[in-house]
Each structure stands twice: as structure tokens, then as C-alpha cells.
């Protein structure tokens, strides 16, 4: 089983109330394979609700934030840093109640970017880096990607 970021699969949990659906996975739930697929939304898990103002990691990246040397934040200047980390502890305790080992996140979100998320600034900055939940992840041996890394090969392999 494979676990995947909620609104790539379309539901309706972004900070805006819509899905960012991704074809590729959703034509794999299309051909039957939805057994194997796990959605899960870190944010709406930590008790965000939805809508809930955007947020960006201020002063690091996800791994630091688990450290507690960075900070997420909100555009109204409130501190989410607790609620983004209940969210990341509960997918990783899922993750191994599952016996997950391989996730597939969305890019560049607080959250669930892989490899890359906005700076903090809210100027579409992007840095390098992970969100709170794929470090988290990362730093118990689980195998995450990014929508952007997927190709029908990979899929193949991985299901
Ligand atoms: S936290 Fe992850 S699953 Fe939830 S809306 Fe953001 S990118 Fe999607």
C-alpha cells in the first residue's frame, strides 16, 4: 500500500477548500488499484480546518521545524507549528501500523513537499527542501516522492 497526499487525489482538503488532483494517480484509481492507495491530508489530520488561511515554513525547512528550530506560519501571522506536527506524527504512526513504505506527496506544500517548498516569505519562493510531514517520513525510512517524479514506469513498480 501506498499513501498519498489527499488532494492529489482530488479531495477537497487545500488550504482553499478545492483538490489538486493528479491524472496519473487518478487514472490508477480508475483502473481498480484504489486498494492500494492510502489518502491522507497532515494538515486536516493535525485539526486544521479547511479553508484555513495558507502557510509556509518561516527560518528552515520541515526537518528543522521537527527540531524545533523553524516555525510554520500562516499569512495572518499565526504559529500552525503544532497542528502541522500532530499531522506529521499521525501520518507516520499510520504509516507504520500499515506497514507503509513508500509515499507519494505533493510538491512544495509545508506539508508534503519532497524536495522543494516556499521560502516563507509568501512570494512563490521556492528553496530546496522538505515540508514537516515528508521529513518525518524521510527520518523513519520511508521512500517518499513527489508528484512530479511519477511516470507510468515507476507506478508500475511501485504497485
Ligand atoms: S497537507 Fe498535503 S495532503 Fe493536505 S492539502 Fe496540503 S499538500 Fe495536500
Known amino acids: 500500500m501506498i499513501l498519498v497526499s489527499a488532494c492529489l487525489l482530488n479531495h477537497p482538503v487545500r488550504y482553499k477548500?478545492?483538490?489538486n488532483p493528479c491524472p496519473l494517480l487518478l487514472?490508477?484509481?480508475?483502473?481498480g488499484k484504489g486498494e492500494e492507495i492510502f489518502p491522507f491530508?497532515?494538515?486536516?489530520?493535525?485539526?486544521?480546518?479547511?479553508?484555513?488561511p495558507p502557510a509556509e515554513i518561516k527560518?528552515?525547512?520541515?526537518?528543522?521545524?521537527?527540531?524545533?528550530?523553524?516555525k510554520?506560519?500562516?499569512?495572518?501571522g499565526q504559529d500552525v507549528t503544532a497542528?502541522?506536527?500532530?499531522g506529521a506524527q499521525k501520518c507516520a504512526q499510520l504509516c507504520m501500523e500499515k506497514g507503509i513504505t513508500v509515499a507519494i506527496l505533493k510538491q512544495?506544500?509545508?506539508?508534503?513537499?519532497?524536495?522543494?517548498?516556499?521560502?516563507?516569505?509568501f512570494s512563490s519562493k521556492i528553496?530546496?527542501?522538505?515540508?514537516?510531514?515528508?521529513?518525518l517520513l524521510t527520518s523513519i525510512g520511508i521512500k517518499v516522492y513527489g508528484e512530479d517524479d511519477l511516470t507510468p514506469e515507476l507506478l508500475e513498480k511501485l504497485l
Request: charged share 20%; with cysteine; proline share 6%.
Open 17 to 19: 477548500g478545492d483538490g
Open 27 to 31: 487514472e490508477l484509481l480508475a483502473k
Open 41 to 52: 491530508c497532515p494538515e486536516v489530520s493535525g485539526g486544521l480546518p479547511t479553508p484555513r
Open 59 to 70: 527560518g528552515g525547512t520541515g526537518a528543522d521545524v521537527l527540531q524545533l528550530k523553524a
Open 72 to 76: 510554520v506560519v500562516n499569512k495572518e
Open 83 to 86: 497542528a502541522f506536527i500532530d
Open 108 to 121: 512544495r506544500s509545508p506539508s508534503c513537499g519532497s524536495k522543494a517548498i516556499y521560502d516563507g516569505t
Open 127 to 135: 528553496i530546496a527542501g522538505q515540508g514537516v510531514t515528508a521529513a
